[in-house]
Structures are given as structure tokens and as C-alpha cells.
């Protein structure tokens, strides 16, 4: 069966700072991968997708980046964190388009 | 208008009610219909995924899907202390996939 690993679960970090968050998937080729972030009565902004090695699409321009270097792994980057970059940031993975998403736990980050 | 309109709650029902859940859409486009449950600080786990108009029903749980009054539904049948979560619908087209602000439900012992 698949698997979807994120981590951290937490993460306090100072403005200014770099972040770097994983997340990969087990059991499954070449998936869709996504990140979004999660604000509290928000819903389920999406910032990056991917759908295969090295291609990355952006939702949204703002403070972060994404990689993907090898086929089940996806990567969410910043080289210096915004206050406002403070979230709940969730790994998806799909098999296909408009098949459904799968979610890791998410990561809890804090920029104080 | 949002494309996905949810209400938030908070849903607050005794254990062993029926708990009825609703999105509303505006994009007649929408052909994939999903349910998300989320307890605290978890991501999202999927409940149901339908295609297209009518139900689907998986233990106690039934989606609605009525693409003509552009309105999804999900129904908890006696429902559980363990029900308790916030419930994401979700929707997509052949580009885009959207989700509502979650309800957030309690079931009461």
C-alpha cells in the first residue's frame, strides 16, 4: 500500500531563516505530488504541484520554492522566512489527474 | 462568491444522531466530488470520492452529489465520539481541484 512520509511535525523558526521541509511517498511510481498550506477557516491553498522529476508548477508567487529531485520526494524551500510564511503545510500525492489526493500529516511551522 | 461555499460550524450533535454536511459550487465543470476528515493536527484522510451525479454509500457514511443544484452532501449515520473532526468537501475538473473551509463536527457521548 502507499505511504506518504512529511516531517517535521513542528517547526519554530526564526524570521530570516532558511526552511526546508520533505516529504516522500512510498508504494506508488511517478505520483503527482503537491504542497499546500492550510489557515484556519481558510481551506486548502495550493503552492506547488509536480508531475514528474524537475518539473515544478506555482500557484502562488510568494516567499518559497519546491524540488523535486528524485520521483518520490518533493521538497518546500525558503531562503530567508516571512512572519506571514507561519502555517500548516501539507504533502499530497495523487496517482492521476482528478484522482483523488492523499495527504501526509503536515507540518506545523511558526516564524517568530 | 467563492467557488467552494462550506459551513463552517461549529456541528454539534449527541452520539447516535444523523449528521448531515453540505458544500455548495458555482463551477458546473466540477465532475469529481470528494470528502475529507481531519482530526487535530492531522492532514486530511479521505472519506469518500464519487464521480458525476447520485450516492455512494460506504458503511455509515453516504455522499450525495447533485450536479444540477450544484450541491454535494455527506450523511454520518450514528455517529461516534470518534466522528468528531473537521470535514473538508473537495472538487475538481480536468485543471483544478478545490476545496471547501472544512465543518467542524462534535459528537457528544
Known amino acids: 500500500s502507499q505511504t506518504i512520509h512529511q516531517w517535521p511535525a513542528t517547526l519554530v523558526q526564526p524570521v530570516g531563516s532558511p526552511l526546508s521541509l520533505e516529504c516522500t511517498v512510498e508504494?506508488?511510481?511517478?505520483?503527482?505530488l503537491y504542497w499546500y498550506r492550510q489557515a484556519a477557516g481558510r481551506g486548502l491553498q495550493l503552492l506547488f504541484y509536480?508531475?514528474?522529476?524537475?518539473?515544478i508548477s506555482s500557484e502562488v508567487p510568494q516567499n518559497l520554492s519546491a524540488s523535486r529531485p528524485q520521483d518520490r520526494q518533493f521538497i518546500l524551500s525558503s531562503k530567508k522566512l516571512l512572519l506571514s510564511d507561519s502555517g500548516f503545510y501539507l504533502c499530497?500525492?495523487?496517482?492521476?489527474?482528478?484522482?483523488?489526493?492523499?495527504f501526509g500529516n503536515g507540518t506545523r511551522l511558526t516564524v517568530t | 462568491q467563492k467557488e467552494v461555499e462550506q459551513d463552517p460550524g461549529p456541528l454539534s450533535v449527541p452520539e447516535g444522531a444523523i449528521v448531515s454536511l453540505n458544500c455548495t459550487y458555482s463551477n458546473s465543470a466540477f465532475q469529481y466530488f470528494m470528502w475529507y476528515r481531519q482530526y487535530s493536527r492531522k492532514g486530511p484522510e479521505l472519506l469518500m470520492y464519487t464521480y458525476s451525479s447520485g450516492n455512494k454509500e460506504d458503511g455509515r457514511f453516504t455522499a450525495q452529489v447533485d450536479k444540477s443544484s450544484k450541491y454535494i452532501s455527506l450523511f454520518i449515520r450514528d455517529s461516534q465520539p470518534s466522528d468528531s473532526a473537521t470535514y473538508l468537501c473537495?472538487?475538481?475538473?480536468?485543471?483544478?481541484?478545490?476545496f471547501g473551509a472544512g465543518t467542524r463536527l462534535t459528537v457528544k457521548p
Open positions: 473537495a472538487m475538481s475538473d480536468d485543471n483544478d481541484m478545490r
Open positions: 509536480s508531475v514528474g522529476i524537475g518539473q
Open positions: 499530497a500525492w495523487s496517482a492521476l489527474d482528478n484522482s483523488p489526493l492523499h
Open positions: 508504494g506508488t511510481s511517478n505520483p503527482n
